[in-house]
């Protein structure tokens, strides 16, 4: 199935890796409430599978979900979800059933308005609403950068902590009046 697939049950996913992500990063804190997680999300995809014997929905091929001001760019994009008899809750997913993990993989990008972050793989486990990117992650905000290999943020607690050999860290501090005259 190609072209625009409108999904609005998947509000988790850039609920998770939205603008607080890399700036809870950056700063050290996290911004619950102010994420579009209210906002309808449309995803384009090359293709899309959906494997109800697995509950697994898997978007394929210059994946791109936009939600508000917040875009995930990702090669490929697996939901896993609960049937609705099992679910227990008011939120759907896929075909009826709530939102469990949602897997983006291969280059994966997330923006917004003011920070970018990038990787190859990006987990978030909805239940414990604990975000993981993995290999070679670069975060940005304006001039400032942070890389390491793998990030793992709380988004319940904002508590985040990149790992995995060496972490750098480029902060630019901001130009003074004076400076910008000379």
């Known amino acids: 199935m190609a072209g625009r697939i409108p999904i609005l049950t ?3 996913l850039l609920w998770a890796l939205s ?3 890399p700036q809870a990063v950056a700063q050290g804190q996290s911004r619950p ?3 579009d997680s209210d906002q309808p999300i449309d995803i384009d995809a090359d293709a899309l599978e959906v ?3 697995q509950n697994l929905a898997i978007f394929t091929g210059n994946v791109v979900a936009v939600q508000g001001r917040i875009q995930l760019r990702a090669e490929q994009l697996k939901v896993w979800y609960r049937p609705a008899a099992d679910s227990g809750s008011a939120k759907t997913a896929g075909p009826g059933g709530t939102i469990i993990r949602i897997d983006a993989i291969n280059r994966v990008f997330v923006t917004s308005e003011t920070e970018n ?3 190859d793989l990006g987990i978030y486990e909805v239940k414990e609403q604990r975000l993981t990117l993995t290999g070679a992650v670069v975060l940005t905000r304006g001039a400032d950068v942070l890389r390491g290999n793998k990030l793992v ?3 319940a607690t904002g508590q985040s902590k990149i790992s995995g ?3 750098h860290g480029r902060f630019v501090p901001p130009k003074r009046q004076n400076d910008t005259a000379k």
């Open 117 to 119: 972050a990038k990787g």
């Open 165 to 167: 050999g060496r972490v």
């Open 51 to 53: 494997r109800q014997d």
């Open 19 to 21: 603008a607080a992500v």
């Open 10 to 12: 998947l509000a988790a």
């Open 33 to 35: 409430g102010s994420l």
């Open 153 to 155: 943020m709380n988004l």
